[in-house]
């Protein structure tokens, strides 16, 4: 089923982008819906994957760089949709550039060791849930917050693409701020369960640090974007350098540094 699911998965999203590439490359056909249902397709068979691994492994499908980067993959898909159908209809031409990153995130998790092995007793906690569900989510909002960026530099540097470039500059300022509000708690969840399990709330391990500086880096972007009114190109730079940030602490800090975190 692993192995079925996870191609069943990646054909998905692959005709999502496809569908809404195509939307997107040639004005005659720019209908982004059939891309978005495709989307919304590969978000529900991902979802059936995550589950039965779950299922499978008896614990939550975060224990590991390969299921948190699905989980991450998953959390894209899903925050979109949300943030798609409350506030921001006009952004649907963003579908097949989520669909681009996932099926980049799902091309890096083939490369990586997907067997299922028991939770090792140090994740062996409720706490696995809430703090890493938190993070990846928080994480999954600032991947939107960048390929808003994105898509917001584009359309500034060529005026005919179709996108709305004010709910472009909001849509990225909203999934900026959901993705720290999320970090947030990641953070303070993190810290609670360190003390459950090593006895303090901060240790500086590498992977604490560079959650505190992605943490500080969103603060400051916030900041200048409510206090200094940096919006349109400023902000969506700052975006783009916020997830380099983010790279860095996800990818960067589990081959790169040691620490506490290294199990991740």
């Not at 760089?65 to 409350?86: D, H, K, N, P, R």
């Not at 303070?188 to 880096?217: M, Q």
Request: hydrophobic share 55%.
């Amino acid at each position: 089923m692993s192995h079925w699911g996870f191609k069943i998965d990646f054909s998905l999203f692959l005709a999502s982008y496809a569908a809404g590439a195509g939307a997107f490359l040639f004005p005659s056909l720019r209908r982004y819906r059939p891309g978005l249902i495709l989307l919304v397709l590969a978000w529900m068979a991902l979802s059936v994957t995550l589950v039965h691994r779950t299922v499978t492994s008896g614990h939550w499908p975060l224990s590991n760089q390969y299921e948190s980067l699905m989980f991450l993959v998953w959390g894209v898909s899903t925050v979109y949709g949300i943030v798609l159908a409350a506030w921001f209809k006009s952004t649907e031409g963003l579908a097949p550039w989520v669909a681009a990153f996932t099926l980049l995130g799902l091309g890096a998790a083939s490369l990586l060791d997907s067997t299922v092995e028991p939770l090792v007793p140090a994740l062996q906690s409720n706490w696995l849930l809430i703090h890493v569900a938190t993070t990846m989510l928080g994480y999954a909002a600032f991947t939107l917050g960048f390929v808003g960026a994105v898509a917001f530099l584009v359309k500034t540097a060529n005026p005919g693409n179709p996108f709305d470039g004010t709910s472009l500059d909001l849509f990225l300022y909203r999934s900026g701020a959901l993705g720290f509000c999320l970090l947030t708690l990641g953070i303070a969840t993190g810290a609670v369960w360190a003390n459950s399990a090593w006895g303090s709330y901060w240790s500086w391990d590498p992977k604490e640090t560079w959650a505190l500086i992605t943490w500080l880096t969103y603060a400051g972007a916030l900041h200048l974007r409510r206090m200094r009114n940096w919006r349109g190109r400023p902000f969506a730079w700052l975006m783009v350098g916020g997830f380099a940030v983010v790279l860095f602490t996800y990818f960067g800090v589990n081959y790169l540094l040691s620490g506490l975190h290294s199990y991740a």
